[in-house]
């Protein structure tokens, strides 16, 4: 079964510091897949996808994901982190061809001043 | 502005009491999704619907129902039967063509009083 894990609940970094947020999917075909942030109390917002191609894919408010198929592994980075990137990213893949998305559990990201 | 409204933020459920979480879209949208995020779980789908007057039960359908009486409309109802309800739920939807971007509306908090 398709699945998604971002193996970090919790990660704390300094503001201007770089950033890598994990996610590791399970998935027989090319995924189709995603990153959404969420602050609190709020609904998601995209940050990027990969559907092909390139493997390094660029989103937005300076972030980057490279998709790893070796490695199962598609990692969101940003090289400079702002206190407002303070939220709740997700990473999820695309189900089947219904458009559903499975979501990984969330990793929730603190930036210091 | 062209988006995803849900409504009430807040809502209130009684013990044996049905509940109905309202989500309507202008953006033209065929697809339309239904997500319950509890703490440390991701977003899980409950129902979706991907052209009106069908939908589909997602992963946790037990204890919800939908209909989809008109395109932008795609309303939740919580009934009694969900013994656990209380948790946040999302609402989004896609052109529905291939894999392109779910929107999110803003959610609703359900709590049980």
């Known amino acids: 079964a398709q699945s998604v894990t971002q193996p970090d609940i919790h990660i704390t970094v300094s503001e201007g510091a770089s950033l890598e947020l994990r996610c590791n999917y399970s998935y027989g075909a090319t995924p189709y897949l995603f990153w959404y942030v969420q602050s609190p109390g709020q609904g998601l917002q995209l940050l990027l996808k990969?559907?092909?191609?390139?493997?390094l894919v660029q989103g937005i408010k300076g972030f980057e994901a490279e998709f790893k198929r070796s490695q199962s592994s598609f990692n969101l980075r940003k090289p400079s982190v702002h206190w407002s990137d303070a939220a709740e990213y997700f990473c999820?893949?695309?189900?089947?061809?219904?458009?559903?998305?499975?979501f990984g559990q969330g990793t929730t990201l603190q930036v210091k001043p | 502005d062209g988006g995803i409204t849900q409504s009430p933020k807040y809502l209130f459920r009684k013990e044996g009491q049905n509940v109905t979480l309202s989500c309507e879209q202008n953006?033209?949208?065929?697809?339309m999704y239904w997500y319950r995020q509890d703490p440390g779980q991701g977003l899980r789908l409950i129902y979706y619907?991907?052209?009106?007057?069908?939908?589909q039960k997602g992963d946790i359908a037990e204890g919800y129902s939908v209909s989809r009486e008109k395109k932008e409309s795609f309303p939740l109802t919580v009934t009694s039967a969900q013994k656990n309800p209380t948790a946040f739920y999302l609402c989004a939807s896609s052109t529905g063509q291939g894999w392109e971007t779910q929107y999110f509306g803003p959610g609703t908090r359900l709590l049980v009083l």
């Open positions: 999820a893949v695309g189900s089947g061809n219904t458009g559903k998305l499975i």
């Open positions: 619907s991907q052209i009106v007057n069908d939908f």
């Open positions: 953006l033209n949208h065929d697809a």
């Open positions: 990969y559907f092909s191609g390139d493997t």
